[in-house]
């Protein structure tokens, strides 16, 4: 899991993608931080084919990774 972030990465990451937000806005987005860089590591793993199951509907644990 991820550290918190803290204000000097918060405010490089807002400068970086353009937005401007104010103290309250950021004391607001700063806990959800956490869940979403695990969101972002989670995305960026490689998965096979078997981990879009729309259209799957017999499979393994196996198929998963």
Not at 28 to 37: M, Q, R
Not at 41 to 48: D, E, I, L, S, T
């Amino acid at each position: 899991m991820a550290d918190p972030i803290d204000d000097a990465a918060l405010d490089f990451l807002l400068a970086r993608s353009g937005l401007t937000l104010t103290a309250a806005q950021k004391a607001e987005l700063k806990p959800y931080y956490v869940g979403i860089a695990a969101f972002a590591a989670n995305v960026r793993k490689p998965r096979g084919h078997m981990a879009e199951l729309a259209h799957v509907y017999n499979f393994s644990e196996e198929d998963l990774v």
